[in-house]
T-cell receptor, first 111, second 113 residues
């Protein structure tokens, strides 16, 4: 049973809109990272937060942003949605490198 | 540039035979390496990790992997495949003290009865 929960599980948005995805990490895990997994591909690293500060970022534009809160929850925000943003978005938490626990993801469809 | 390459997109084995899933990485630094498994419509589960300790790493469900620096490889093996092993497997390299992560493109393992 995973200790990381993501909401919502599925979401449909229109191109140009903004979306917020949420993640609740395992208690005590001060590191959270977000990934985009397009259909048939491996997850792509979006960014990582450690103690509420971004400390690593993949090749994603600034319209992908995030927040981490003191209660171990976090958000991924995507502005100006594009059709190619349709994907499974995964959140993972860790106590600093000791393997990451992944949530089941949010399936985002942009139409 | 740092990256990870999974050499086979699909591997098919018979139940009870050995499994070999291949992974090569490129890195200018000492990497940390992981293998994850993803069952259909499920999240990613950590199988094992290498973080510069023993080069032969044992994981869950009978899987193990050997870090070979000279070959820049981290292949995943299991002596005897079970039907429940059918899933997609991802090799992951972590750099800069776990501040960046790179996933391979995945290997789909099919296990035949």
């Amino acid at each position: 049973e995973t200790g990381v929960t993501q909401s919502p599980t599925h979401l449909i948005k229109t191109r140009g809109q903004q979306v917020t995805l949420r993640c609740s990490s395992q208690s005590g895990h001060n590191t959270v990272s977000w990934y985009q997994q397009a259909l048939g591909q491996g997850p792509q690293f979006i960014f990582q937060y450690y103690r509420e500060e971004e400390n690593g970022r993949g090749n994603f534009p600034p319209r992908f942003s995030g927040l981490q809160f003191p209660n171990y929850s976090s958000e991924l925000n995507v502005n100006a949605l594009e059709l190619d943003d349709s994907a499974l978005y995964l959140c993972a938490s860790s106590d600093r490198g000791n393997g990451y626990t992944f949530g089941s993801g949010t399936r985002l469809t942009v139409v | 540039a740092q990256s990870v390459t999974q050499l086979d997109s699909h591997v098919s084995v018979s139940e009870g035979t050995p499994v070999l899933l291949r992974c090569n990485y490129s890195s200018s630094y000492s990497p940390s390496l992981f293998w994850y498994v993803q069952h259909p419509n499920k999240g990613l589960q950590l199988l094992l990790k290498y973080t510069s300790a023993a080069t032969l790493v044992k994981g869950i469900n009978g899987f193990e992997a050997e870090f070979k620096k000279s070959e820049t490889s981290f292949h995943l093996t299991k002596p005897s495949a079970h039907m429940s092993d059918a899933a997609e497997y991802f090799c992951v390299v972590s750099l800069y003290n776990f501040n960046k992560f790179y996933f391979g493109s995945g290997t789909k393992l099919n296990v035949k009865p």
